[in-house]
């Protein structure tokens, strides 16, 4: 990660960077860019040189704009103005992204802050440049770029410094749940999911507990090992418990964790099955989340619940038409091996509302792609029966950079669900998919069902380019808006 400093006073002045606002007038209209005033005093001849650039740049001042002048001989040597729209939090993100591109060959940068910057605004910038930096490869080669540090300068560091800290830890774990889910899956197996996330769980007041495959059979997890039953890799159930002392409010957070789909039995075609490292991209969310909220000692109990699986073709592995036996005793029917991640979220959400009787219950979940058929690429697909459980939740991945949109949870859907063989058929053929599957988990929420929100986040959790903070693969969604929304809560 990119080394941030706030300062008044900055070491060296390599590059400056000036932040251009987009200009208005007082009856609504649009009026030329300018230079928003420093919080600051910079040198009389850096800021004359750069008010009379301003206008030759054609800049809009809308955020994520850039352009870069040189000054051979001169202290900054580089002027960088850069477009940060209208100030907002989401303005400052894409403004925090398109700096660190613009400065990627740079090896230092000094960002020279407005006046009345607040708090929001630079968490977005941080977190902008910090995620717009990222980038997973596996390779000997040294492809890091040169950009090593920014100095951030503002008249009163350790009025902005809780920023800081709180956009650094949540752009580090929003980075964690990448490099889980772009990990391929020839090394990321249930086993190895589990060891990162026991290496990453060292902090004080928090519990990690891993299930193996004897330990979830003689508890009754029958849909994870169902589900993993076709993979020499053995499924796994990790519980990672978050508590601090005096927390009155306690959340399980669940995530699908299917370390690879062929779709079983029920074999994916090719195109379909190439990106199926992606497929625990909810359980790498729910625990980067339940990470940050230790390393920021939120006052919340955060329980995560990460059911493991590898779902593969053998002729251990399960069939189309089984009954599948869940935690609790409830049985499904599945016709099609390639709707595996209901089965595993249903056993941790049963085991969830059961045992642990949490005040709240949301999973995450690559689920269906009807996900992106319905809202696109950007937007995960929220469900639940509680509105001021989804308002909030939704406002918090809003003001995070994500996006999601509620649907319904029709009554007369739930028809769909009935089996003659068994207590529910997990899979049927009746369109909606997205809509049947959240439908489906509901039935395994028990006494939750009312406080209980599902996310089908399939489409949102990998980006095909860099767009903004995204890079192109994993994207970490989730992260960001979980870890905005729990801390909202006490």
């Not at 301003?54 to 994520?64: D, F, K, N, S, V």
């Not at 990453?200 to 979830?216: F, I, N, T, W, Y």
């Not at 990106?275 to 991209?281: I, V």
């Not at 980067?288 to 990460?306: E, K, M, Q, S």
């Amino acid at each position: 990660m990119l080394a941030i400093r706030l300062t008044a006073n900055p070491d060296r002045l390599d590059t400056l960077v000036l932040p251009v606002r987009t200009g208005a007038t007082t009856d609504g209209g649009t009026a030329p860019a300018m230079l928003a005033p420093t919080g600051v005093a910079l040198p009389d001849e850096v800021s004359a040189e750069a008010t009379t650039l301003l206008p030759a740049t054609r800049l809009a001042g809308r955020a994520g704009e850039t352009f870069a002048h040189l000054r051979p001989g001169g202290t900054p040597q580089r002027l960088l103005l850069l477009g940060v729209g209208d100030g907002a939090g989401r303005s400052w993100r894409t403004a925090g992204a398109a700096l660190a591109r613009a400065a990627r060959d740079e090896t230092h940068i000094t960002v020279a802050l407005p006046a009345d910057v607040d708090s929001d605004a630079v968490r977005a910038l941080v977190e902008g440049l910090q995620l717009a930096a990222y980038r997973f490869r596996m390779t000997d080669a040294d492809e890091s770029p040169a950009l090593a540090g920014v100095e951030l300068l503002v008249a009163d560091p350790e009025a902005q410094r809780e920023a800081v800290t709180v956009a650094e830890t949540t752009a580090r774990m929003t980075r964690f749940a990448r490099d889980l889910t772009n990990a391929p899956s020839s090394v990321k197996n249930p086993q190895w999911f589990a060891a990162q996330v026991e290496a990453a769980a060292d902090l004080p007041d928090l519990h990690l507990r891993v299930r193996g495959p004897e330990e979830l059979a003689a508890e009754g997890f029958g849909g994870i090992l169902a589900v993993g039953g076709g993979s020499a890799s053995g499924p796994r159930l990790v519980e990672l418990d978050w508590r601090p002392a005096g927390a009155r409010t306690h959340v399980v957070l669940v995530g699908k964790g299917i370390t690879f789909d062929t779709g079983g039995i029920s074999i994916k075609p090719v195109p379909a099955m190439k990106l199926m490292r992606k497929d625990m991209a909810g359980a790498a969310a729910v625990v980067a989340a339940t990470l940050g909220a230790a390393a920021l000692r939120l006052r919340v109990r955060v329980t995560t619940l990460a059911p493991l699986a590898e779902n593969m073709v053998s002729g251990s592995a399960f069939r189309p038409g089984d009954i599948v036996r869940h935690y609790g005793g409830l049985t499904s029917e599945t016709t099609n091996s390639d709707a595996e991640g209901r089965l595993v979220l249903a056993d941790a959400m049963a085991y969830a509302a059961r045992d642990l009787a949490p005040d709240l219950l949301v999973d995450l979940a690559t689920l269906t792609g009807a996900n992106a058929v319905a809202l696109g690429k950007r937007h995960g697909a929220l469900y639940s029966d509680n509105d001021q459980l989804a308002a909030d939740l939704l406002a918090a991945i809003e003001d995070a950079g994500e996006a999601a949109w509620r649907m319904p949870l029709p009554a007369d859907y739930v028809e769909h669900l009935s089996s003659d063989l068994a207590d529910l058929h997990s899979s049927p053929d009746a369109g909606a998919g997205s809509v049947t599957a959240a439908l489906f988990l509901r039935e395994f929420t028990g006494d939750l069902r009312d406080r209980w929100l599902h996310i089908d986040m399939s489409a949102p959790s990998w980006s095909d380019g860099d767009d903004a903070e995204l890079t192109r693969g994993a994207t970490g969604w989730g992260v960001r808006g979980l870890l905005r929304w729990l801390a909202t809560l006490r």
